[in-house]
């Protein structure tokens, strides 16, 4: 794996076959219908919620019809229009799910809380920006490890668990469902810390609001050129687009959380969060495919919900 709004608001052929990215996009648009693995909680979505989560539903249903989804994998979905000031999508948002990388930020956060309150005492050196970034952008479960370890010292020393307790006492409403257990080993099979597609939004929202210490620094960190699913390699999005984000990828998942900034032809801005989980509940044993696969379904949904905005908007 190397890889809250404080309202409510990857391939290798591995022995299996490589699923082209244009073809894929272009077969999910001629089929239909039924319901998530998951029990979609709907009762807030139901009321008022825009026509993108039935279109969400749908597509996610056409994806497990074609074996691109299991039908044992169970799913997270949840976008926010903050232009419109409200959810647009919200699939199993509040359900715990394995973290994976997309915990990065959260770690990266429980630092710069403690840089906040520390009166001088904890610092944002140059050196750890340079562990953060490789975090961020590299992913790199080493440099996870070293700002865990800095948060913990300046903290209760207790290990992983001094994440959670940061995190949470400092925004407690943002951080719900999210446990931060272990560090991540070197073989980076990391499957016990958790956090919720909310959970993510929540975060995502009060990052853009700059609700949060670094707020920008943050946002600077994630928006790194990296290999992400949420517009990389997807059709409808132009290379103009921003993205803030963090994947995450084991064998037994495939995320990624972020906020896209995306302009209307007046060079109006219309940013929106996108989330996207699918976890197994045991380790995949053909990994680069079926990452690879769950990836491009991902990328789909990313599409689907870029054309919607595009046509609220007019995006470019």
């Given at each position: 794996m190397n890889d809250t709004h404080q309202t409510d608001p990857g391939a290798l052929l591995a022995g299996e076959f490589f699923v082209d990215r244009r073809r894929f996009l272009a077969a999910l648009a001629a089929s239909s219908a039924g319901i998530l693995l998951g029990t979609p909680s709907f009762a807030s979505a139901a009321r008022g919620r825009s026509s993108l989560q039935r279109q969400v539903v749908d597509l996610v249903?056409?994806?497990?019809?074609?074996?691109?989804?299991?039908?044992?994998?169970?799913?997270?979905?949840?976008?926010?229009?903050?232009?419109?000031?409200?959810?647009?999508?919200?699939?199993?948002?509040?359900?715990?799910?394995?973290?994976?990388?997309?915990?990065?930020?959260?770690?990266?956060?429980?630092?710069?809380?403690?840089?906040?309150?520390?009166g001088g005492r904890v610092?944002?050196?140059?050196?750890?920006?340079?562990?953060?970034?490789?975090?961020?952008?590299?992913?790199?479960?080493?440099?996870?490890?070293?700002?865990?370890d800095l948060v913990s010292r300046n903290h209760g020393r207790r290990g992983p668990s001094d994440v959670e307790d940061v995190l949470k006492s400092h925004a407690p409403t943002i951080f719900q469902q999210t446990r931060v257990v272990e560090t991540i080993p070197s073989n980076g099979r990391t499957y016990r810390n958790q956090a919720s597609a909310h959970d993510y939004s929540r975060f995502l929202y009060a990052l853009w609001q700059n609700s949060l210490p670094y707020s920008a620094e943050?946002?600077?960190?994630?928006?790194m050129p990296n290999h992400d699913r949420i517009s990389e390699g997807v059709?409808?999005?132009?290379?103009?687009?921003?993205?803030?984000?963090?994947?995450?990828?084991?064998?037994?998942?495939?995320?990624?959380?972020?906020?896209?900034?995306?302009?209307?032809?007046?060079?109006g801005s219309h940013p929106y969060t996108f989330v996207g989980i699918i976890e197994r509940p045991s380790s995949a044993k053909h990994y680069g495919s079926w990452i690879t696969r769950r990836s491009n379904a991902i990328r789909s949904v990313s599409n689907l919900v870029y054309l919607d905005m595009k046509d609220r908007y007019g995006l470019v």
């Open positions: 249903t056409r994806l497990r019809d074609q074996g691109i989804i299991g039908s044992d994998e169970r799913t997270s979905w949840c976008v926010y229009d903050f232009s419109a000031r409200k959810k647009l999508v919200s699939i199993n948002e509040d359900a715990p799910r394995q973290a994976a990388s997309m915990i990065k930020p959260f770690v990266a956060q429980a630092y710069f809380f403690k840089v906040d309150d520390s610092t944002y050196s140059d050196d750890v920006r340079h562990t953060m970034e490789r975090m961020i952008r590299r992913s790199s479960n080493t440099a996870t490890n070293e700002i865990m943050l946002r600077s960190l994630m928006a059709d409808a999005i132009p290379d103009s687009v921003r993205v803030y984000d963090k994947t995450g990828s084991t064998a037994r998942l495939c995320g990624n959380m972020g906020i896209i900034e995306a302009t209307d032809y007046r060079g």
